[in-house]
Structure formats: structure tokens, C-alpha cells
């Protein structure tokens, strides 16, 4: 039995992270951080305030809160020994690069993806292979318009995956763009991603691939509910205590097989 503590339990996704972890046989809520509803109850497992107060008897932390204290929660986390499921997005390459020698040196097992949906990940893994025989390509990253961090995780991410296979032909470097610069959008990695935030969206991300005369699209759209993202995030609970050191994305995950 893993036993779980889940992170933002209250939360759009955190809420059927927490329910799904609670209804599996082979997992326990063990407790639960929620500053809203601490004090009380989900599930049947305490809520707690902080990450802190919550991890005693913990095997792995779920952590579905914010941009602001998602790298926190980790890094205390992986002090106390405990493995982690990373589903918060707005960490940077180099904030990974830290929790990675932090989870080596503690022998702690870290699973972090922009997006725990199955397909998700499969337009992800397309997008890879892609990458290595087409030279060029930029991404779009849509979601609604309250959305306060940008780029989302699930672009973020594959950016710097992309960017990790080669570095996309550019005809005209960014920084010689006549006009506007920003126009371009933001450099992650090596990749341009342009962030729209509009009402209407949830999270949807295009990269687009580009040759003479032809183009290829991978489009990744997310629903009105967090139910594709629970059981990617329970997968990853249940890989995470064989894991030592960092795993990024859910397909890195899935195409190691177990």
C-alpha cells in the first residue's frame, strides 16, 4: 500500500487527484494540504496547512498547487525522504536541474510532467520523433484568460524536450526581427512559444512543424474537467517509489516500460 499525501487537495485537479487516490485499492490518502480546509477532513485523511505538517508516514507527495510554492513543497519533500509527483506547472529548467540533485543526492524518486493526460503525453512522444527529421518549428499555447502563468507547463515542457533534440532552424534570428521583438514570443530552450490567454480555453498546446510546401500540426486539447489528468497522476504515484532521481514527462515515463 503507497500511502499519499496530496497537495492542493482542494483544487480543480488536486480534488480528484485526492478521490482517486482514496478509491484505489493498492493506494491510501494519508493526509491532505489545503490552507482553505485545514483542520478538517477529505476523504477521511486530515488536512493540513502546509507540506510540512503533512508528511509524516508519507511514501509520495502529489503536489497540484501553484507556480509560487510548487518548488518548496518538492525540495521539502525530498529532505524528508519522501518520493514526489510534480503536477503544478511554472518551474524552470533550472529550478528541475536543482530538484534532480537534490533527488539523486537523497536517493528520493521525482516524476514532474506539464500534463498527466495519456494523450497528452502521446502528442508529446509524436512530437519527439518529429523533431528529429523535421528542422523546424515553434509552438502555441492556449488557455483561459485567468490563467497567471505563462508559458502553461504542458508547452513549457515540451519546448525544452523539442529544444533537448536539436535546436530548430531559424530563417531569421529573434533577435533581428524588425518591428517588435515580443512579436516573436518568449525563447524556451531553443524553441519560440507563443501564449495566448482568452476565454474559452482550457489548455490546449499546437507545435507546428514546418517544411517548403507542407506543415505539420500536433494539437493537444484539454476538456472541461480534470478526469484526464487522474490517471496519468496515479501512474506516476505508483512508478514514483521505483524511481531514483528526476523522470520529466509523463511519456518519458510510459516509453520505459515498466
Known amino acids: 500500500m503507497i500511502r499519499v ?7 480543480w485537479t488536486g480534488g480528484a487527484v485526492a478521490e482517486a487516490v482514496a478509491a484505489a485499492d493498492d493506494l491510501t490518502l494519508t493526509s491532505a494540504v489545503s490552507r482553505s480546509a485545514a483542520g478538517g477532513g477529505i476523504a477521511g485523511a486530515p488536512v493540513y496547512a502546509s507540506v510540512s505538517q503533512a508528511l509524516d508516514g508519507v511514501d509520495v507527495l502529489v503536489d497540484y498547487t501553484s507556480h509560487e510554492v510548487v518548488k518548496d513543497h518538492v525540495l521539502t519533500a525530498i529532505l524528508r525522504g519522501v518520493h514526489v ?3 503544478s506547472s ?7 536541474d536543482e530538484i534532480r540533485a537534490q533527488a539523486e543526492e537523497a536517493s528520493v524518486g521525482v516524476i514532474a510532467a506539464g500534463n498527466f493526460s495519456l494523450t497528452a503525453a502521446m502528442a508529446q512522444a509524436a512530437a519527439t520523433l518529429a ?5 523546424s518549428w515553434e509552438i502555441i499555447d492556449y488557455a483561459s484568460a485567468g490563467k497567471t502563468d505563462a508559458p502553461s507547463g504542458t508547452s513549457r515542457e515540451l519546448a525544452e524536450r523539442l529544444s533537448g533534440v536539436r535546436p530548430p532552424e531559424v530563417a531569421v534570428p529573434v533577435e533581428t526581427t524588425a518591428g517588435h521583438v515580443e512579436a516573436r514570443g518568449a ?5 519560440q512559444v507563443h501564449s495566448v490567454r482568452l476565454p474559452g480555453f482550457s489548455v490546449s498546446t499546437e507545435v507546428v512543424f514546418g517544411l517548403p510546401d507542407e506543415r505539420l500540426v500536433i494539437r493537444h486539447d ?4 480534470a478526469a484526464p489528468y487522474v490517471a496519468g497522476t ?9 524511481v531514483t532521481g528526476l523522470v520529466r514527462g509523463l511519456d518519458t515515463l510510459l516509453l520505459q516500460g515498466d
Open 5 to 11: 499525501c496530496v497537495a492542493g487537495a482542494t483544487g
Open 85 to 87: 509527483v510534480i503536477g
Open 90 to 96: 511554472g518551474l524552470s529548467a533550472e529550478d528541475f
Open 131 to 135: 523533431a528529429r527529421y523535421l528542422p
Open 187 to 191: 525563447t524556451i530552450g531553443a524553441t
Open 222 to 225: 484539454a476538456g472541461s474537467t
Open 234 to 242: 496515479l501512474l506516476a504515484v505508483r512508478r514514483a517509489p521505483h
